[in-house]
């Protein structure tokens, strides 16, 4: 693990050695305007992160992923295991959204407001900071032989960094568990809940890895998003850039044939993925505008104007136009749009405190005998409700003869219960003339309704006649 200094290039990835071990980074810490938005955006992510399950919507968590019932509470809508195809939508208006934000104003997703560069940045490497000193320092205890005082940083370090990981993996389980059924197992010895022990185990691990070891390397090597951004982004994507117009060629404050770089390297010592901005966009920015800041602070100190390292597009850091509006970004927005709505259309159905789902009897699309003919319905209810809840059937746009077999109110179900109730509808034989459609409603206590159109079924009715004709005839009963 190498710990000296290195100048990023276009050739290989900083934090990589050519013998393939990691190459330690100690980015120095940052203060400007845009440092202090991300600290107070990460500050509500972390809010929002860790306070999700603890509030209730409708009786459950914000967000409960309930796999031992196979029920999912998201924000006050309950899904079954049979309602997953909703994911189709979440996944892709999610998705399209992505693609729209990141075709707009680049990585800004990355750098301010994904989980991992949140918890990395803004608690491990804090906490990092804390205990060993500032980067100067972290690579000098790095370079130094071992002895008490780097022991006792270590331990405390790490220590530190276990705790941490912890916590977040006890939250993430959380969100499968509910936070009283995660505060029951651990009451209790890891025997009787052993696998959520192993998960909560093995989630600390990773955490613990990734966040004390493989830091940066997750969003070079692992993260996919990385890889899509030259196939989302264009000329005109807003990202951070260097203006070598401006600041080319690089030289000392005082050479008046050198631009406004003075070549301190000091974005480079700032950027928490080790690239020298200068080089262009490349693949390690997360778009975390630490080095904007850190390159504003030393043109303030120059007197000279900021901005020589900025949020802007690759046409505007040449000169060019900037177009905001352009086909690509119409076409995300669209596509978007599409997942989006459809997302919500079904969300909207799915929102009822119950589902009801009307199917007929599989095999037999009805029954005949002497009184008529006869339907039967299977309707299937499932209460989302975090109470009792009682239901009644009624029928609707139905002729006056349709009889209905079977008690139609006071049926009851528990919490999340879910049962299937038969009815049968009759249509009797001196007033059958052949199949028509009718409206069952569902309602609950609390006035919510369910209703469907159901196509009634029955024989010919030109040969049914007839064959009821015959029977009396012959004084027989088919």
Request: contains cysteine.
């Amino acid at each position: 693990m190498s710990t000296g200094s290195k100048k990023p290039n276009l050739a290989s990835v900083t934090t990589v050695n050519k013998d393939g071990s990691h190459y330690r980074l100690h980015p120095a810490d940052v203060k400007g305007r845009f440092t202090l938005a991300r600290r107070l955006v990460a500050a509500l992510c972390l809010i929002v992160y860790v306070a999700l399950p603890w509030i209730k919507i409708n009786g459950y968590p914000a967000v409960f992923l309930d796999t031992a019932m196979r029920r999912f509470h998201i924000f006050g809508v309950t899904l079954a295991i049979q309602d997953m195809w909703v994911l189709f939508f979440v996944i892709t208006g999610l998705g399209f959204t992505l693609f729209f934000i990141t075709s707009l104003m680049g990585r800004i997703w990355c750098g301010w407001t994904c989980p991992y560069t949140v918890f990395l940045e803004h608690v491990y490497r804090r906490i990092e900071r804390w205990i060993d000193g500032d980067a100067t320092a972290r690579r000098k205890l790095d370079a130094e032989p071992w002895s008490g005082t780097k022991i006792a940083k270590r331990i405390l370090k790490h220590g530190l960094f276990l705790i941490i990981s912890c916590l977040i993996a006890h939250v993430l389980v959380s969100y499968f568990m509910s936070l009283e059924g995660l505060y029951a197992a651990i009451q209790t010895g890891p025997g009787d809940h052993i696998f959520s022990f192993g998960v909560i185990i093995f989630f600390t691990v990773v955490l613990y890895g990734c966040f004390a070891f493989f830091r940066e390397q997750f969003c070079i090597m692992m993260c996919p998003y990385g890889r899509l951004q030259s196939a989302l982004s264009d000329d005109d994507t807003m990202i951070i850039g260097y203006d070598f117009q401006r600041g080319d060629p690089p030289g000392k404050p005082k050479d008046p044939d050198a631009g406004d770089c003075i070549d301190c390297r000091r974005c480079v010592q700032v950027c928490p993925t080790g690239i020298d901005i200068r080089n262009g966009l490349q693949l390690e920015c997360i778009g975390c505008a630490n080095c904007i800041d850190a390159c504003d602070d030393i043109m303030k100190k120059l007197q000279r104007p900021t901005g020589l390292v900025r949020y802007d597009s690759y046409n505007g850091l040449h000169g060019k136009r900037n177009r905001i509006l352009r086909p690509r970004l119409f076409m995300y927005f669209a596509l978007m749009l599409v997942g989006l709505s459809v997302l919500t259309f079904t969300v909207s159905k799915k929102a009822r405190p119950f589902t009801a789902q009307i199917t007929k009897m599989k095999g037999i699309a009805y029954q005949q005998d002497d009184t008529g003919i006869r339907n039967v319905l299977r309707i299937y209810l499932f209460n989302k409700r975090a109470v009792d809840a009682s239901y009644s059937f009624r029928v609707e746009n139905a002729p006056e003869w349709l009889k209905v077999s079977g008690s139609t109110d006071d049926l009851k179900l528990k919490p999340l219960g879910e049962t299937t109730y038969t009815l049968v509808v009759i249509a009797p034989e001196e007033n059958y003339d052949g199949p028509f459609d009718f409206t069952l409603i569902v309602e609950d206590q609390g006035g919510a309704t369910v209703q469907q159109q159901v196509n009634f079924l029955g024989p010919n009715p030109r040969l049914y006649r007839k064959r009821l004709d015959e029977a009396k005839a012959t004084g027989t009963n088919n």
